[in-house]
């Protein structure tokens, strides 16, 4: 759609930044929006925005020019700038590796394919690890540091959702198959769900193929656990 037929708001309108480092990230985020709004000049500042609604709420989307902290920091500068009424941030991004995580009422649950994870501040950790700050010993690796927790009215908001998955679904599963159907809309294929039998955790001594390849080639026998249900 054309600038001209979208809407269009002041800078000040906007209060919820979305950062993401991947160019799959950023599309992703992009067909969460409701609906996507013109775009605004941002005099000073090279970033490349992406502004609409979610929901009731007014969210920026920028992705860094490449990895890194610094350059995502840069972004966040920017963007914090360009729209000055931004209360919350979110890095938001995909992510492998992880097993388990802890069950609503106890105990672990495992994290499967498609998952989404949020963060949570819990005794001593702010809910977000900084591993490059940690150290490794004998015993093994050890974080020194981590973030500061975030706003409670994001706590808040996070236990709320919980609460909803838990007892009645929520509505996740539609907001992540609508997304799915306005990225393939786009012809952007590569976005689907490739089915369970590809949710393979191996173990953590086992060696990946070289960067870029998949693990269509992995010896299956080398997997953690059976990861099926629903």
């Not at 998952?115 to 010993?137: E, L």
């Amino acid at each position: 759609m054309d600038d001209s037929n979208r809407i269009r708001l002041t800078p000040d309108a906007y209060t919820v930044g979305w950062v993401c480092v991947l160019g799959s990230e950023q599309d992703a985020a992009r067909a969460l929006l409701d609906e996507e709004h013109a775009r605004l000049p941002t005099p000073h500042d090279d970033t490349a925005y992406i502004v609409g609604r979610m929901g009731k709420h007014n969210v920026v989307i920028a992705r860094p020019i490449s990895q890194g902290k610094a350059n995502a920091a840069d972004v966040a500068v920017n963007m914090t700038r360009s729209f000055p009424q931004i209360r919350f941030g979110l890095m938001v991004g995909v992510g492998g590796g992880a097993t388990t995580s802890p069950g609503p009422y106890g105990g672990t649950r495992d994290i499967r394919l498609g998952d989404v994870v949020v963060s949570k501040p819990q005794k001593k950790h702010g809910g977000i690890v900084q591993y490059d700050t940690g150290k490794k010993y004998p015993e093994g690796y050890r974080i020194i540091s981590h973030l500061n927790k975030p706003k409670s009215a994001l706590i808040a908001a996070a236990n709320m959702l919980r609460s909803n998955h838990n007892c009645n679904g929520g509505n996740m599963k539609k907001y992540v198959q609508d997304a799915i159907s306005r990225l393939q809309g786009w012809g952007l294929e590569y976005f689907y769900f490739p089915g369970r039998e590809h949710d393979l955790l191996f173990r953590p001594e086992y060696p990946h193929p070289d960067e870029g390849e998949d693990c269509s080639t992995c010896d299956r026998t080398q997997t953690l656990g059976d990861k099926s249900g629903d």
